[in-house]
């Protein structure tokens, strides 16, 4: 029975005999990385580039899907990269907008302070 189960997995359109194996493989690396920049504060995070992550991977999931062979490897790490890209996106937005409420209220502090 297991024989059967991995000759059929070895010998498969997409298995790990062909890129379509090994390319997704490799591409959960990025989103490890996304994952560990999870710790980093998100000032120092890069909009455009988890942008270009978020919208690649929901773009390759469903590409993934339609081809023939259906990749379903391919579609969930792209599933993740997306899923990750927008939750980093989520809090570059969110550290921008407490930016943004922070930096009226420092303005009118610093007149104040000048007057006296």
């Known amino acids: ?3 059967a189960r991995f000759s059929r997995f070895w010998n498969h359109q997409a298995g790990p005999k062909t890129v379509h194996f090994w390319a997704p493989a490799m591409k959960w690396t990025l989103v490890l990385s996304g994952i560990s920049d999870y710790t980093r504060p998100p000032q120092y995070l890069s ?3 988890y942008g270009a992550l978020c919208a690649t991977g929901a773009i390759w999931t469903r590409w993934s899907l339609i081809v023939r062979p259906k990749n379903y490897f391919n579609a ?3 599933f ?3 899923i990750v890209g927008a ?3 989520s809090r ?3 550290y921008q907008q407490q930016q943004k409420r922070i930096k009226p209220n420092a303005e009118v502090k610093e007149p104040n302070q000048n007057l006296a």
Do not use: Y
Request: charged letters at 10%; zero cysteines; glycine letters at 0%.
């Open 1 to 3: 029975m297991f024989r």
């Open 47 to 49: 909009a455009r580039q």
């Open 76 to 78: 969930t790490v792209n």
């Open 80 to 82: 993740f990269l997306a």
């Open 87 to 89: 939750i980093q996106l």
């Open 92 to 94: 570059i937005f969110a």
